[in-house]
C-alpha cells in the first residue's frame, strides 16, 4: 500500500465517529491545528531542536529527542512541550510538562509512527504566554509502521510487565553530583503497549481497547517535578530520559500509571559528592 493510497481512508478514520470517542485518549484530527510551522518563535527565542532520524525502518520504536536552550527559573520557563505527527492514526506523541526543578527541558523517547513520510511537529510553551515550534521530516519504510498490532489480552505475566528502574548516568560514570546542578535521569520500564488499531482495506479500524500507559509523574522531595500525558503512541518497554536540578538531597520517585488502572514506580535517592 503507498502513502498516496493510504491517505485519504486514514483521514477518513480520523474523522470518523470511533475517533471522537478516542480522542479522551489525546487523538485528534489532522485538521487541527499543530502550532506554528517549522522553526518559528512567536515572541522572540530559540525553538526547540528536534533529533529524528530521516529513514527509519521499525516505525514501532522511533527515537524522538527534544531539547531547548531556555531560562528555568521560577520567574520564567518552559511550562509543556508537545509533539505530533498529524499524518498517523494516532497525532498525539505526548503532552510533557515542566517545572524549574528540572533546569533544562530535555526529553527522549520512543514512539510510534505509521509508514511512509510524515513531519513530526514539536511545540512548546512558557509561563510568559510565548510559544515555539519546530518539525522534521521522517519515513517510515514500506510495512514498517507501527501503529497496529495484535489485541492486547485482558491479563499480563509477570514476565511482561516490569516496574521502572531509575538510573542515573552521572553515578554509573562515578562522577559526583553537586547541588543546583543539572543531571541526566533515565526511566526504563518493561511493559507493551497497544493501539488496539488494525489495518483493513487501508482503513485504520479499531478493533480492542487500546492497552498503554497514560502517564508519568516525577516527584523530587515529595514535590512534583515533571507531568508527562502519554498515549497508545508510545513504544514498547520505553526509556524516558529528562534532566533535574537538585538543590538538595532527596528522593526522587517516578510514578506510571496505564489504562487499566494500574500503578507502577520507583524510587532512587540522591546524595551529594
Known sequence: MTAR???????????SGVVAGLGLLGMRSPAESAGPPSGIADDGG???VLRLSRLTENGAKVPVVVEMTHPMEPGHHVTSVRVVNDRDPIPSKGEFHFTPAN????LAFQVRLDDGRSTVQVSAHCNRGRRWSTAREIRVAAGGGGCVGPVPLTDRGESEIRPPVIRLPQ???????EPGQTIDVQVKLKHPVQTGLALRDGQFVPVAEPFYLTGMDVFYGGARVSRFVLTPALA?????SL???PWDEGLLRVVFRNSRGAELDATHP????
Open 236 to 240: 514498547d518497554d520505553p526509556l524516558i
Open 103 to 106: 533546569g533544562h527541558v530535555y
Open 243 to 245: 534532566r533535574l536540578r
Open 5 to 15: 493510497a493510504s491517505r485519504l481512508p486514514r483521514r477518513a478514520f480520523l474523522h
Open 270 to 273: 540522591i546524595r551529594f559528592g
Open 46 to 48: 530559540e525553538p526547540p
Open 171 to 177: 553515578r554509573l560514570r562515578g562522577q559526583p553530583i
